[in-house]
């Protein structure tokens, strides 16, 4: 598994266990909430029912309670047919029983708590198998409390059974929650913006990793570079001239002994070629990467270069035939050399190699195409490492020229598998505008 994929599993995994961290946290300030959202409805009840025994109605009793006037938005009682028989504040005329449905849960004593999805309301529901008296109105001229009320209905008194302030079949109340709705408010927002800004930091610093292995590989390959710069120059210095006297030799002993040993001089000659080669390429390795840009038609390189390798024009018709890009003639033709000697090596049919040069989002791109016996997974990794071959002859050092001119010209290169047999090699390199 390569570093970019790997790294980007590994923050995903990051970012899903902070998740599941935030949902937790979340979940247990939402019930610590509701625990206090739940004293405060206890806290009012008490307050409210301890109240209703000292005054004539619910209403004069809430009015006298600073916390029960900021908090409670309507009471009523109802009866059996859902008729109003108390309201005061934002009761309902009628009491639709249908809302019951609602309830987050019904308690043995009857009671059920309906949160307002819309508001920082919670209303609540006394139901009961018997009838309550409610608190009555006053009367007209009435001075004391409990004049003009039949005894059964005097404030304070109730039916059998029955508790103080309860009324009617039904017992409605409304009570406003604002800070719990504060705080429901404040985790929808902020939970999504929070996990955002991690998912960004993650994804950040995911890149600034991925930055920091680029550097050190850089770094590791400037080193080996220094290492195979100094190498490659001594390599050059002690092995050119032995090269080229055993050429002359060869060359001498061709003029001396015509006929004699033919097979074995050529056979010096074509080794002394393979050493030479390897000298010229490591050093071709080694210099200047980007050399003297130029702006340069690709295509017409390319065919120039194939016709002297295959024989023939190995662009396809349907081809971008003009197009410019800016890069170093020779380090060009180079990177073409390279490439269709390895497809000619292929052990392909030479006339299935084929090259598609292409127009993509400012870019030109050519597709060099061969059916060779294309590359193993194991090799896909390494294929553009220095000296690194699959090939019993060879330097390795082809693919990495490639990789090292294109990349100074801002381009890039891929190997990758062909459908149905060979490899294909796709160069990207900027357009000139």
Same mark, same amino acid.
């Given at each position: 598994?390569?570093?970019?994929?790997?790294?980007?599993?590994?923050?995903?995994?990051?970012?899903?266990?902070?998740?599941?961290?935030?949902?937790?946290?979340?979940?247990?300030?939402?019930?610590?909430?509701?625990?206090?959202?739940?004293?405060?409805?206890?806290?009012?009840?008490?307050?409210?029912?301890?109240?209703?025994?000292?005054?004539?109605?619910?209403?004069?009793?809430?009015?006298?309670?600073?916390? =029960?006037?900021? #908090?409670?938005?309507?009471?009523?009682?109802?009866? *059996?047919? $859902?008729?109003? &028989?108390?309201?005061? %504040?934002? +009761?309902?005329?009628?009491?639709?029983?249908?809302?019951?449905?609602?309830?987050?849960?019904?308690?043995?004593?009857?009671?059920?708590?309906?949160?307002?999805?819309?508001?920082?309301?919670?209303?609540?529901?006394?139901?009961?198998?018997?009838?309550?008296?409610?608190?009555?109105?006053?009367?007209?001229?009435?001075?004391?409390?409990?004049?003009?009320?039949?005894?059964?209905?005097?404030?304070?008194?109730?039916?059998?059974?029955?508790?103080?302030?309860?009324?009617?079949?039904?017992?409605?109340?409304?009570?406003?929650?604002?800070?719990?709705?504060?705080?429901?408010?404040?985790?929808?927002?902020?939970?999504?913006?929070?996990?955002?800004?991690?998912?960004?930091?993650?994804?950040?610093?995911?890149? =600034?990793?991925? #930055?920091?292995?680029?550097?050190?590989?850089?770094? *590791?390959? $400037?080193?080996? &570079?220094?290492?195979? %710069?100094? +190498?490659?120059?001594?390599?050059?210095?002690?092995?050119?001239?032995?090269?080229?006297?055993?050429?002359?030799?060869?060359?001498?002993?061709?003029?001396?002994?015509?006929?004699?040993?033919?097979?074995?001089?050529?056979?010096?000659?074509?080794?002394?070629?393979?050493?030479?080669?390897?000298?010229?390429?490591?050093?071709?390795?080694?210099?200047?990467?980007?050399?003297?840009?130029?702006?340069?038609?690709?295509?017409?390189?390319?065919?120039?270069?194939?016709?002297?390798?295959?024989?023939?024009?190995?662009?396809?018709?349907?081809?971008?035939?003009?197009?410019?890009?800016?890069?170093?003639?020779?380090?060009?033709?180079?990177?073409?050399?390279?490439?269709?000697?390895?497809?000619?090596?292929?052990?392909?049919?030479?006339?299935?190699?084929?090259?598609?040069?292409?127009? *993509?989002?400012?870019?030109?791109?050519?597709?060099?195409?061969?059916?060779?016996?294309?590359?193993?997974?194991?090799?896909?990794?390494?294929?553009?490492?220095?000296?690194?071959?699959?090939?019993?002859?060879?330097?390795?050092?082809?693919?990495?020229?490639?990789?090292?001119?294109?990349?100074?010209?801002?381009?890039?290169?891929?190997?990758?598998?062909?459908?149905?047999?060979?490899?294909?090699?796709?160069?990207?390199?900027?357009?000139?505008?």
């Amino acid at each position: 598994m390569n570093t970019k994929i790997s790294s980007f599993i590994i923050t995903v995994a990051a970012w899903l266990l902070f998740s599941a961290l935030t949902i937790l946290i979340v979940w247990e300030t939402l019930d610590r909430a509701r625990l206090i959202r739940d004293n405060d409805n206890e806290r009012i009840f008490s307050t409210l029912f301890a109240s209703a025994r000292n005054y004539e109605n619910y209403g004069e009793a809430i009015e006298s309670s600073e916390l =029960l006037r900021s #908090r409670i938005e309507g009471i009523g009682v109802y009866d *059996e047919e $859902q008729q109003s &028989l108390y309201r005061w %504040g934002k +009761a309902p005329e009628f009491f639709d029983e249908s809302i019951l449905a609602e309830s987050s849960g019904k308690s043995r004593f009857g009671r059920y708590t309906i949160p307002d999805k819309k508001s920082d309301r919670i209303k609540f529901v006394l139901k009961s198998d018997r009838t309550f008296v409610p608190p009555p109105e006053p009367s007209a001229g009435r001075t004391k409390a409990g004049e003009g009320f039949p005894p059964e209905k005097q404030p304070g008194r109730r039916r059998e059974g029955n508790s103080p302030g309860a009324g009617g079949k039904y017992f409605y109340i409304d009570i406003a929650h604002p800070a719990y709705r504060r705080t429901l408010t404040l985790l929808s927002l902020a939970v999504p913006v929070w996990e955002l800004v991690f998912l960004a930091l993650a994804f950040y610093f995911r890149q =600034l990793y991925l #930055r920091n292995r680029e550097y050190r590989e850089r770094i *590791e390959s $400037q080193k080996n &570079l220094v290492v195979l %710069g100094t +190498a490659a120059g001594t390599l050059a210095h002690e092995i050119k001239n032995p090269l080229l006297s055993i050429r002359l030799q060869t060359g001498i002993l061709e003029k001396i002994l015509p006929g004699t040993g033919r097979e074995e001089l050529i056979l010096i000659n074509e080794e002394v070629d393979r050493l030479s080669a390897l000298v010229y390429r490591v050093n071709d390795f080694l210099r200047d990467a980007a050399g003297n840009t130029v702006p340069l038609n690709p295509a017409d390189l390319l065919e120039e270069t194939s016709q002297r390798l295959c024989g023939r024009n190995i662009v396809t018709e349907d081809s971008v035939k003009e197009s410019r890009v800016s890069s170093d003639p020779a380090r060009l033709r180079s990177v073409f050399e390279n490439i269709i000697r390895n497809a000619l090596e292929a052990e392909g049919p030479e006339g299935e190699i084929k090259a598609v040069i292409s127009r *993509e989002g400012g870019e030109i791109v050519i597709r060099i195409m061969d059916r060779g016996k294309g590359i193993e997974e194991k090799d896909k990794s390494r294929i553009f490492d220095p000296f690194y071959t699959t090939k019993s002859t060879g330097a390795g050092i082809g693919l990495a020229i490639c990789k090292r001119f294109l990349e100074a010209a801002g381009g890039s290169i891929v190997l990758e598998n062909r459908e149905n047999g060979g490899a294909v090699v796709t160069l990207k390199i900027p357009e000139e505008k």
